[in-house]
């Protein structure tokens, strides 16, 4: 067990390394776009002078690199330093919303991957049959399709005309759970079109690959039933690969959810994103981006991890 | 004017109210300018909305556009219509826009000039108080106001308040300002939705973090860019807020807009795809307000770099545009069209009886060949965020220039800094302004010969000496006059297309009802909805 301590560590070490680098990245695009946070602010209304006034206010008239490092000092502290635009603590705001983000994206990820992993088996069990194309083309089109869109026809359906659900997504603290999840249904459902392909895909060809191995020939000469050869013998030995895509979908549930939060009024840590980039707000842009990339680094490191844990074969490499 | 043309006109006005591309008021001021009898078109109203009396209760639930996580309570960074819309809810002004466009108290009650304008006297509501209970004194208008000037200001009203010499506080609730030169239109600037009024802090600065104010409307709870919930400020000093309480919704997608209205989620939304507007008004539970304004889609062309320094050159490109087509195509009819000076017809000293310029390439021509700019060909910027289906606009006029021998090649700019990067640096630009209260607002603010945003470099000595005498003008009469003239000029000299003034399109439950008259200033009757409108 200690060689998986070790590779965690090493792995976080690393992945410190990245975030140093991204947040170097993204503290350059955001001075690299056009226009800056005070023109943004004052909007199109501004004269010079204001312009200037506010730039002196929040610090701008300095070099970017010092202004870098200021940044970088506190948030190795601990302090990721206040919005510049609504000069208010950057945790404070995003804490709520990326708690948003997550209830969703786990409440999405609890449907997606049980269907994903069933649909999978049994379109591996079943393959080439009808049930298998069916299943591959109705997933492969909701993936195919773009979010937004998705979003559109599942609103159009689902709400406009029959009124099952509700088309606005908007959620506040004093709801109950069961509010909660009937409020957030349809965007959840969306995410799960959209990730439930990768997912039962992956899933499917690991499985049909092992099919073709000796001991799964064994198992079938045996007499086991293609069930059990299936959940038993061909199952455990596909994890790896299943893991990986799961945990690269769990991390697309968590960042890529922007269209779908637009299309249904959800407030999460997307709009949040794309609010702070159009205000060049800094602080925020790199707080939303530094907890983007440590959820693909922690999701990354824990399927790495996961698929060692299910084949001791990878804990000893060459 | 023959009777034949008379007719005419009547029936094209008559379309035009039917169609709802103008108001009844408008309708009644356009054909009584002409001289005309408008008895027939008095019937197109009778059978729309009956005066009701308003009822108090509900909660109105209201879906806004362009709302911003990172708005503040800053109301020298109001730049959104969440800021906007919500100050016209819990903050007061010292005059409002009435629903007929004319002007109203809001906090103040009266005001009044010197002769020379140069000093107004305000006088203050004693009722009107904050929503934490204080009274609303001179002191915090005072503080409210200064909060826009001075040097180390970031609001973006300074320039409407850079005459202003001194805001003293004469009693309690009296408020004298000061000007540098006369200027017959403060009481109007005070509508402008920076200069709300906040509780002043001992300190002369004031207090805007807190969200207190005194409109008709306090904040419970809410967030910037998610939603808002308020409830009736019992002590409120004006007429009206007969909902109990307010639920803003910040919804930037216009299909989640006009989906939450269908399924019931709202009551009201605050603007409308037009795309789908036909679509929409199908539905027998929603009513569409579509509403004339003054914001304007303007076209400036540099007048002292060649080819647009020939005036000549100028009017043929004016001449060059169908804006009948542009409105149908384009705006999808919800506008007002655009005769080349910068003042719409529900705003205050429209000179009503400048004709209209008319699509006519056969004289566009000839006056290309009198400037010797035959074969003419000009680079036009835009972006699409400057309006939706701004650049639409310029391919389809770039069409119509072609039957003049124009050649126009549109460049589709990127929409980030597109204010800062394109307006006022390249020759030629389509670009979208929100409507000021005034016509000298408006002039002095881009038409004037050293205005920082003199977006057409356009210097006309007649132009600006008129424009500095109307300020002043108290006379209403000569005041007209004085804007007619510039108006004309501006039209025939200027370095402005304006192809037209697009409406406020919003929609509404039925059960949510209002008055005869919207105001033109804000969608929504001039932002006010919350606190003019009522359940049926």
Redesign the interface.
């Known amino acids: 067990m200690s060689d998986v301590l070790k590779i965690i560590a090493k792995r976080l070490g690393l992945g410190f390394v990245t975030l140093l680098v991204i947040s170097v990245i993204i503290f350059s695009a955001v001075e690299m776009?056009?226009?800056d946070i005070?023109?943004a602010?004052?909007?199109?209304?501004?004269?010079?002078?204001?312009v200037a006034?506010?730039r002196e206010?929040l610090g701008l008239d300095r070099p970017a690199p010092v202004r870098y490092f200021e940044w970088l000092g506190n948030a190795l502290t601990g302090d990721f330093g206040q919005?510049l635009?609504?000069?208010k603590p950057v945790s404070g705001?995003i804490a709520e919303r990326f708690a948003n983000t997550l209830f969703l994206a786990l409440y999405a990820a609890l449907i997606a991957v049980p269907i994903a992993i069933l649909l999978g088996v049994l379109t591996a069990l079943w393959r080439n049959s009808l049930f298998d194309r069916v299943a591959n083309v109705a997933t492969l089109t909701s993936i195919s399709s773009p979010e937004f869109f998705l979003g559109?026809i599942l609103?159009l359906f689902l709400?406009?005309k029959t009124?099952y659900f509700?088309?606005?997504a908007?959620i506040?603290a004093d709801m109950t759970l069961w509010e909660k999840l009937d409020r957030m249904f349809l965007p959840a459902l969306t995410m799960v079109l959209v990730v439930v392909a990768h997912m039962m895909r992956m899933t499917r060809s690991a499985i049909i690959n092992l099919l073709a191995s000796p001991y799964i020939e064994m198992a079938r000469l045996k007499g086991v039933p293609g069930w059990r050869i299936i959940v038993r013998h061909a199952l455990p030995n596909a994890w790896a690969p299943i893991i990986n895509v799961i945990a690269l979908n769990l991390a697309y549930l968590v960042t890529g959810v922007v269209l779908v939060e637009?299309?249904?009024?959800f407030?999460g840590i997307g709009?949040?994103l794309v609010?702070?980039v159009?205000?060049r707000?800094f602080p925020?842009v790199q707080a939303c981006c530094l907890i983007f990339a440590t959820t693909f680094i922690l999701l990354n490191l824990a399927a790495d991890v996961g698929a060692i844990l299910t084949n001791p074969r990878l804990r000893h490499p060459k | 004017m023959t009777k034949k043309t008379e007719s005419e006109l009547v029936d094209r006005l008559a379309a035009d109210a039917k169609a709802g591309r103008i108001s009844r008021r408008q309708f009644l001021q356009y054909t009584m300018v002409a001289g005309m009898s408008a008895s027939a078109g008095s019937l197109l109203w009778t059978s729309g909305v009956a005066a009701a009396v308003p009822k108090r209760g509900g909660t109105f639930r209201w879906g806004i556009h362009d709302g911003n996580t990172s708005d503040t309570h800053d109301p020298g960074t109001y730049v959104t219509r969440q800021m906007i819309f919500l100050a016209h809810q819990y903050r007061s002004y010292l005059t409002q826009i009435e629903p007929d466009n004319s002007l109203g108290p809001d906090l103040a009650l009266s005001w009044e000039a010197t002769p020379d304008a140069k000093q107004w006297t305000f006088k203050l509501n004693p009722n009107a108080s904050f929503h934490s209970g204080r009274p609303v004194t001179a002191e915090d208008v005072v503080a409210s106001l200064n909060h826009h000037r001075g040097e180390k200001t970031t609001s973006a009203a300074k320039s409407l308040l850079t005459d202003v010499k001194d805001i003293i506080a004469a009693d309690k609730h009296t408020i004298t300002v000061k000007l540098s030169g006369g200027n017959a239109d403060l009481p109007w600037l005070m509508t402008d939705y920076h200069l709300a009024i906040c509780p002043a802090k001992s300190d002369g600065t004031i207090d805007w973090k807190s969200g207190d104010g005194s409109g008709p409307y306090k904040i419970d709870s809410g967030k910037f860019g998610v939603s808002w919930n308020l409830s009736r400020h019992d002590g409120w000093h004006g007429k009206g807020a007969y909902f109990d309480a307010v639920e803003m919704v910040v919804l930037n997608d216009p299909n989640a807009r006009q989906t939450a209205l269908i399924t019931g989620d709202v009551d009201c939304v605050s603007q409308v795809d037009l795309k789908t507007l036909n679509l929409l008004k199908r539905n027998p539970n929603i009513q569409v307000d579509n509403v004339p304004s003054g914001a304007a889609i303007t076209m400036p062309m540099f007048c002292d770099t060649a080819p647009f320094n020939d005036v000549n050159v100028r009017n043929a490109l004016k001449l060059s545009m169908d804006r009948q087509e542009i409105i149908d195509k384009i705006a999808f009819g919800a506008a007002t069209m655009g005769n080349d000076f910068h003042l719409a017809p529900v705003q205050p000293y429209f000179p009503a009886d400048i004709p209209q310029r008319e699509y006519d390439p056969e004289k566009a021509k000839a006056l290309l060949k009198k400037a010797g700019a035959e074969g003419l060909s000009v680079s036009l910027s835009t972006a699409d965020s400057v309006f939706s289906g701004a650049v639409d606009m310029c391919v389809l006029y770039a069409e119509q220039a072609k039957k003049a021998g124009i050649n126009i090649n549109v460049v589709r700019e990127p929409n980030d800094g597109f204010y800062s990067d394109v307006w006022l640096k390249k020759p030629f630009t389509a670009v979208s302004w929100g409507a000021r209260p005034t016509p000298d607002v408006m002039f002095t603010l881009a038409y004037k010969h050293d205005a920082a945003w003199n977006e057409s470099h356009w210097k006309n000595e007649r132009f600006n000496e008129l424009l500095l005498q109307a300020k002043s003008e108290l006379n209403q009469e000569r005041r007209a006059e004085m804007y007619n003239e510039m108006c004309q000029l501006m039209r025939d000299d200027g370095g402005t297309l304006i192809p037209f003034f697009n409406n406020f399109v919003y929609a509404r439950n039925k059960k949510v009802m209002h008055g005869l008259e919207l105001a033109a200033n804000w969608a929504c009757d001039g932002a006010r909805a919350p606190s003019r409108w009522w359940f049926a």
């Open positions: 776009l056009p226009g005070a023109e602010v004052l909007g199109q209304g501004a004269t010079k002078e204001n006034a506010m206010q919005s635009v609504s000069q705001a559109y609103i709400s406009v009124g509700p088309s606005l908007k506040s637009v299309v249904f009024v407030p709009q949040m609010d702070s159009t205000k707000d925020v």
